[in-house]
Every structure is written in structure tokens, then in C-alpha cells.
């Protein structure tokens, strides 16, 4: 297949490294490129497919943006450090339990993050499933958020994601970019 991909990272050695494998084994349609997804240009031509692996916190959420945006096809990605709720969760209702502890705070703040995630894109056109990327005794970061263009457009998840974040005070980046 004649494909181009090209891979973003913020950092220098990664690109270079990166690019040096590409070019040892010969893949000329592979390209690395030292850019952050949360203020710089990318690709801006037609966009079959976004795979995001592990970037960090809201830096996942930019990606999502930039798929749902370029009205890419499909989308593989797999979350990492989603620290933006659980800093500014608080209490406020049924989940109130669930808040108490921190690390029960940290995973459930976890899950509501890729769950609001899969509901905007949800919202956008996709049809979304979770997955497990890999075993959980690997790496507790062990969801796949997998979406593929075609599914109807709505603002209910999204409705549902901000009364969420009214009643419990926070803020998710992803749900920012895609008001209803």
C-alpha cells in the first residue's frame, strides 16, 4: 500500500531516533515531526486515520479534536495520565462515595474521562468501543478508545458530559472543544 504516516512527539531524540529507524529500514512514507498536537499546524490534508498512543493528559484530548476536525475515518487511541478531572472534581452527589480516597478519585476520574471522551465522539458522527489494549498487570493505562466515522450526529452524551461537570465542578478539554 502507498501510505504516508507521519508521527508527532514533543521530543527531539524521539523524532530524530525515530527517523533514523525509518530510514534503516527503508520506509519512505513514514515521517517524524517534533510538534505539539496543543498549538501547532499539523497535516493539513485529507486524514484517513489518527492513532494516539499515551499522550499525556489533555494532550489526548487535542488529538481527539484534531480527528474529529479532520473528519478522520477511523481512530485508535490510547489514553494516558487524564489527570484534568481529578483535579478539579468535588463533591456534589451520588458519586460523592466514590471521591473520598485518592486513588479511587484517580481511577474514577479516569474512567468518567474516557468515558465523556467516547461520548463526544459519539456525538461528532462515531461509532465507538472500548477496548483493552493490553493485559491490566502490564500497565494499569490499558484502554483502547477505538471510533470509526459513521455513526448519527447528536448532542445527548454531551448534554449528559456538562451536567456531569456542573454538578461536580470540573472542567474535561475534549467536551470544551465540542460544546453542544
Do not use: W
Amino acid at each position: 500500500m502507498d501510505v504516508k504516516i507521519i508521527g508527532y512527539d514533543l521530543k527531539e531524540d524521539v523524532v530524530a531516533r525515530c527517523g533514523q529507524i525509518a530510514e534503516k529500514y527503508g520506509y519512505g512514507g513514514l515521517e517524524f515531526v517534533r510538534a505539539d498536537v496543543t498549538r501547532d499546524r499539523l497535516y493539513d490534508r485529507e486524514i484517513d486515520m489518527i492513532v494516539s498512543l499515551h499522550a499525556c493528559d489533555t494532550a489526548t484530548d487535542f488529538a481527539l479534536d484534531y480527528a474529529i476536525k479532520k473528519n478522520a475515518e477511523y481512530i485508535f487511541s490510547v489514553p494516558c495520565c487524564q489527570h484534568e478531572i481529578n483535579a478539579g472534581i468535588g463533591k456534589g452527589g451520588e458519586l460523592d462515595l466514590l471521591l473520598s480516597h485518592g486513588i479511587i478519585k484517580e481511577r474514577l476520574s479516569a474512567l468518567l474521562t474516557d468515558s465523556i471522551r467516547a461520548a463526544v465522539l459519539e456525538d461528532m458522527g462515531y461509532q465507538v468501543d472500548m477496548i483493552e489494549f493490553t493485559d491490566f498487570e502490564h500497565s494499569p493505562k490499558n484502554i483502547m478508545i477505538r471510533a470509526r466515522r459513521g455513526g448519527g450526529k447528536s448532542d445527548r452524551g454531551r448534554r449528559q458530559a456538562l451536567a456531569l461537570a456542573e454538578r461536580y465542578g470540573f472542567e474535561q478539554k475534549l467536551l470544551a472543544l465540542n460544546m453542544p
